[in-house]
């Protein structure tokens, strides 16, 4: 009897070391496919493989520590590199899924700075593809990307700025003109002077551009109000806008003799020290004002 029961436990010994040495030489051989797959640049074929090489490894004690030691460092890289091709390849839906999946499988492993640089690549990802989108003249879906990516990360003047032009490609200037103010703050808050100055300048434009389109349809209140904020954005004044003002000044007040010559001349005494109009101001204020 004893005999037998030795002979039992020596054949399950044995059978167990046979089943281990064959499983432990699959886990290799799935992994360097996994490698070759990830040289050939077949990243799915490398996660599948990897990560069927690393359920095995998980269920054999012996034979397979250092393979699995590596599918640990290597199966969160593989789904990085695929999300990488991905993003390269300019299929940003399929990165933004995979990117997050990179980071799930990196915090998995403990891989503390691929998952932050998994996390980091995901408002890149949307950055990168509203540019592309504005560039295409897809401004609406531009703005939702750049909103996608703002809502990550806050402090991205640039993507700010380009949000602002899209706007104002779509004719939403006065929502265009919060942005870019939104885009100095952070601008100025982060050091970004170059940005700044551009959004600056785009919003001056944009009042310049309105002040302009008032003179042709003779709103001359609309001319002073949009010149004079101009000016307020301005770091260096223009003749050009101190002109619109004094016109609109000007007319605003010739508008009025009729009627009320005490507001008229109001408007007249603006004008007083414009180079071009002043001349004519003060024979308004002469004929009108005493």
């Known amino acids: 009897m004893k005999k037998v029961v030795l002979t039992l436990a020596l054949t399950g010994l044995f059978s167990l070391n046979l089943y281990s040495q064959d499983d432990a030489n699959k886990v290799i051989d799935l992994f360097n496919q996994a490698v070759e797959a990830e040289k050939a640049e077949n990243f799915a074929l490398a996660i599948a493989k990897a990560n069927e090489a690393y359920t095995i490894a998980k269920t054999v004690p012996e034979g397979t520590e250092e393979v699995k030691a590596n599918l640990e460092k290597a199966i969160?890289?593989?789904y990085?590199?695929?999300a990488k091709k991905s993003f390269d390849d300019s299929k940003f839906e399929e990165a933004l899924t995979e990117f997050k999946q990179a980071a799930e499988e990196a915090k998995k492993f403990n891989s503390t700075e691929l998952e932050k640089e998994a996390i980091e690549s995901i408002p890149k990802v949307h950055l990168t593809q509203a540019q592309k989108l504005f560039e295409n003249n897809d401004f609406e879906g531009a703005i939702t990307a750049f909103d996608k990516a703002l809502a990550i990360d806050t402090t991205n003047a640039q993507a700010y700025l380009i949000k602002g032009e899209s706007l104002l490609k779509l004719g939403k200037n006065e929502e265009a003109v919060a942005v870019f103010e939104k885009t100095v703050e952070?601008?100025?808050a982060t050091e970004k002077t170059s940005i700044a100055n551009n959004a600056t300048t785009r919003i001056v434009?944009?009042?310049t551009r309105a002040a302009a389109e008032a003179q042709k349809?003779?709103?001359?209140a609309d001319v002073v109000s949009n010149a004079e904020k101009a000016l307020s954005y301005?770091?260096?004044k223009t003749a050009q806008l101190f002109q619109l003002v004094d016109v609109g000044n000007l007319q605003q007040g010739a508008a009025l003799v009729a009627t009320?010559?005490?507001k008229a001349c109001q408007f007249f005494k603006k004008v007083v020290n414009d180079p071009k109009l002043k001349e004519t101001a003060a024979q308004l204020i002469k004929s009108t004002c005493n």
């Open 186 to 188: 952070i601008a100025n």
């Open 205 to 207: 434009s944009v009042y």
């Open 217 to 220: 349809t003779k709103k001359w």
């Open 234 to 236: 301005k770091p260096e």
């Open 76 to 78: 969160p890289q593989f």
């Open 80 to 82: 990085f590199k695929k």
């Open 260 to 262: 009320n010559k005490t």
